[in-house]
């Protein structure tokens, strides 16, 4: 499954109110909760909760998925790729987004034109990815492999600060 936000400007900014941030909060604990029991956490009536979960849905603010470990599905390798463009980004980008095993796409400034977080199997698979199907996407100069040696932090809370 695919996440991705097509207007991220300001002006798309939605404002949370407590209640939104307290149910946001208790979904990213368990985001299989029933409403009959994440109503009484937030303040709100079922019906209330439901309508303000759907909304949030609805806006694009949530989206409720399953979260896997890739080290636990046999994904031991992961790194983050610094891809340098020579034509045009947003092209070359929405092709990159095409491998399915890079996770994250996103287009950056600085010393690189495009971040990626690619997820393989070992050392081979990533060689595979990044010397066959990654440069030979059209308008990729080159690639920085920054291999993870160990995850410290990988958060998901940002929505409730």
Do not use: F
Not at 65 to 85: C, E, K, S
Not at 137 to 154: A, C, D, W
Request: net charge negative.
């Amino acid at each position: 499954m695919s996440i991705t936000s097509p207007d991220r400007s300001p002006s798309s900014r939605v404002d949370l109110d407590e209640i939104d941030k307290a149910i946001i909060r208790e979904l990213q604990v368990d985001g299989r909760m029933p409403y009959s029991q994440l109503a009484p956490l937030v303040g709100l009536s079922e019906a209330a909760t439901r309508q303000r979960v759907n909304r949030l849905t609805e806006r694009g603010v949530v989206s409720i998925v399953a979260v896997t470990d890739p080290i636990a599905l046999g994904y031991g390798y992961q790194a983050m790729l610094g891809i340098n463009v020579e034509s045009d980004i947003t092209a070359t980008a929405e092709k990159l987004s095409q491998i399915n095993e890079l996770e994250y796409v996103v287009i950056t400034t600085g010393r690189h034109d495009i971040l990626a977080e690619v997820v393989c199997t070992d050392a081979e698979h990533l060689l595979e990815v990044i010397d066959t199907r990654i440069r030979s996407v059209s308008g990729v100069r080159n690639v920085e492999t920054l291999t993870y040696l160990r995850i410290v932090k990988q958060s998901y809370d940002w929505g409730t600060m």
